[in-house]
């Protein structure tokens, strides 16, 4: 049994609690989270507005959790390398946090206890590897790669579709609007801006703007992103913006692109529907169902294309691709630590 550790019970690092919880073949040793309070922490992974109650529910007894009586260890160390992760014999660390003053500590964390892996749920440069499944995982090499980012969530949804147009048309430009719900840095009435150093955030105005009553414009990461996957996108060759919603989870993009030759809307759909039949991972699904936001919540499928709205206009496309950011995300964040415990077995 694959043996993990979680920094950071954020709300991404929430679903990954929950979702390993779930999980066979994982067994989650040790928590790090700055929440002095291990009630708090329980009562917060147990009950959560978005996601409903947690069954069985955890336990906890001063530095330790219990789920179905097995224990796992508390810790609230600010450096992740200060947690004594080795004494858990943890093989696979998740840094949770979004913190982008953990990357530097990373790598002592990795070398002073042993881990096999480390992986982030942000995208820094200064790591081994950046992964996105269904795009670039056969590249990756666990006797060198032991630093990794598991992406961003709207880089895990978009790459996937880019990286097969690309291969199949080619993509000669285009524009992505990213509709992404609140995160907790903003706030929830009108207040000062907002300046989030471990987000890499200074006086951002709009959202010190109430985020339950706003559609919010703002800058995304989501082309950076993808460029750390695909050495063919970047910013010159793809627009991009974001529009912060009130909504508590599920994203979506709308992808404008320009492919390299002219392709009939039917022609595009069977091809995505090839996709979905051969893969590995749960990356493609094809929806036509009459479906809002709300229906996609929990689901493990990251590039959810909505053919209600897939148009080609001779080599014009315009299509929908809906994923949860939070927990669809975090499944395939999991889905990135089995994939590299088990090449660790074919060595």
């Excluded at 709009?206 to 993808?226: H, L």
């Excluded at 909504?247 to 979506?252: L, R, S």
């Excluded at 315009?318 to 964040?333: F, L, T």
Aim: proline letters at 3%; charged letters at 20%.
């Amino acid at each position: 049994m694959l043996r993990i550790a979680i920094n950071g019970v954020g709300r991404i690092g929430k679903s990954l609690v929950r979702l390993a919880l779930q999980d066979p073949t994982l067994q989650l040793v040790a928590l790090n989270d700055l929440n002095p309070s291990p009630e708090n922490l329980t009562y917060s992974l147990n009950f959560d507005t978005t996601y409903g109650r947690l069954r069985p529910a955890l336990t906890c007894n001063e530095n330790r959790l219990y789920h179905n009586t097995r224990p796992i260890a508390l810790y609230r160390e600010r450096d992740i390398a200060q947690v004594p992760w080795k004494a858990h014999d943890v093989d696979i660390l998740i840094d949770a946090s979004g913190d982008a003053r953990n990357v530097e500590r990373a790598r002592e964390a990795i070398e002073r206890h042993h881990l096999k892996a480390l992986f982030l749920t942000h995208s820094p440069e200064a790591v081994d590897f950046t992964m996105v499944l269904g795009v670039n995982e056969q590249a990756l090499d666990p006797t060198i790669h032991r630093l990794i980012s598991a992406s961003t969530c709207n880089a895990t949804a978009l790459s996937p579709l880019l990286n097969l147009l690309q291969r199949h048309y080619g993509i000669t430009g285009g524009f992505v609007t990213t509709v992404h719900p609140w995160l907790s840095h903003q706030k929830v009435i009108d207040g000062g801006c907002i300046d989030a150093q471990d987000r890499n955030v200074s006086c951002n105005f709009e959202f010190g703007r109430s985020s339950t009553d706003n559609i919010i414009p703002t800058q995304t990461t989501t082309i950076a992103a993808c460029s750390r996957v695909l050495s063919f996108v970047s910013d010159a060759l793809i627009g991009s913006l974001s529009l912060r919603t009130p909504t508590a989870t599920v994203g979506c993009i709308d992808a404008t692109l320009s492919l390299g030759r002219s392709v009939e809307t039917h022609e595009l759909i069977e091809l995505l529907k090839e996709a979905q039949r051969t893969q590995r991972f749960e990356v493609f699904y094809n929806n036509f169902e009459r479906l809002v936001s709300s229906d996609f919540k929990g689901e493990r499928y990251t590039t959810i294309i909505d053919h209600r709205f897939t148009q080609m206009r001779g080599n014009l496309l315009k299509c929908i691709i809906w994923y949860d950011n939070e927990a669809g995300y975090a499944s395939k964040v999991l889905d990135q630590v089995r994939y590299y415990a088990h090449l660790t077995t074919q060595i």
